[in-house]
């Protein structure tokens, strides 16, 4: 992997720059380094139950600085695919917590929520995660997408890493709704395309000097060897050295963490 031709960096949050609430060790010293070397970069995380302006705070508190054009979730990817496909201000029914609600309606969607039928008609159904699903809610959800409603969800991780354990992630309420509408969903989040191409289009970033850095083969790392991305694997999160050393996803360059990519940096 030739490092010295790198101009753009896309990096998975939780697991590569921190853990929980604690940054990762050497995270600054890491983006003075891609600073100093001219590398733009962007955050891109599954995580659709907080805001852009979430991951912007928790960035700052860590002393690193980012634009709003610097962090897409798969909430915020989902309201592009929206706009592009649907145009602004388009009626959509939301599934999920107030990172994909809120993230809808700032960018300027008619939005509906919970277990009353929308009085209008609605073009998609977007899904996330919701921890207060019911039954209501998936009826109202399930009637929409089998009237014609496009089935839209944010990703489809099974489970998500937290200090006490793994716990149910977003593919429990996207498979509920499969499970009652038969249908497969327009999935936005890694690994599919839409959230790198909305941070590739976004930074006008040229694929062949592009990277992305991940710990979760199967999410990070094979979504952005898809789209011919460089990849860069790092083991700081749920991947560890004797998954890597098996895994039939394999990234271009393996590092203990992003101090030893930043090390790597520096004598490229």
């Known amino acids: 992997m030739q490092l010295d031709r790198l101009k753009t960096l896309l990096i998975?949050?939780?697991?590569?720059?921190?853990?929980?609430?604690?940054?990762?060790?050497?995270?600054?010293?890491?983006?003075?380094?891609?600073?100093?070397?001219?590398?733009?970069?962007?955050?891109?995380?599954?995580?659709?139950?907080?805001?852009?302006?979430?991951?912007?705070?928790?960035?700052a508190g860590f002393g690193i600085e980012a634009g709003h054009g610097q962090i897409f979730t798969s909430s915020s990817a989902t309201a592009s695919y929206l706009e592009k496909r649907y145009g602004p201000g388009a009626a959509v029914h939301a599934v999920g917590m107030s990172g994909l609600i809120e993230t809808l309606k700032e960018a300027g969607f008619r939005v509906t929520t919970g277990e009353e039928m929308p009085d209008h008609e609605v073009v998609a159904v977007a899904a996330g995660m919701d921890?207060?699903?019911?039954?209501?809610?998936?009826?109202?959800?399930?009637?929409?997408?089998?009237?014609?409603?496009?089935?839209?969800?944010?990703?489809t991780d099974g489970t998500f890493p937290t200090p006490d354990g793994l716990v149910p992630g977003t593919g429990m309420v996207i498979g509920a709704l499969k499970g009652t509408t038969g249908i497969e969903p327009t999935v936005i989040g890694k690994p599919e395309k839409g959230i790198y191409q909305a941070a590739l289009d976004a930074m006008l970033a040229d694929k062949a000097t592009t990277a992305m850095i991940g710990d979760k083969m199967e999410t990070d790392i094979v979504g952005a060897q898809r789209l011919g991305l460089q990849t860069i694997g790092v083991l700081t999160g749920v991947t560890t050295p004797e998954q890597m050393a098996v895994s039939p996803i394999q990234p271009d360059l393996i590092c203990e963490s992003i101090a030893e990519l930043a090390a790597l940096l520096e004598k490229a």
Request: glycine content about 8%; proline content about 3%.
């Open 131 to 155: 921890r207060s699903l019911t039954f209501e809610k998936a009826k109202v959800a399930t009637r929409l997408i089998l009237g014609g409603a496009e089935f839209i969800a944010t990703n």
């Open 12 to 59: 998975d949050g939780d697991g590569v720059l921190w853990r929980d609430t604690e940054p990762v060790p050497g995270l600054n010293h890491f983006f003075d380094v891609i600073k100093s070397r001219g590398i733009s970069w962007a955050l891109l995380t599954n995580n659709n139950t907080r805001q852009v302006s979430d991951y912007q705070a928790k960035l």
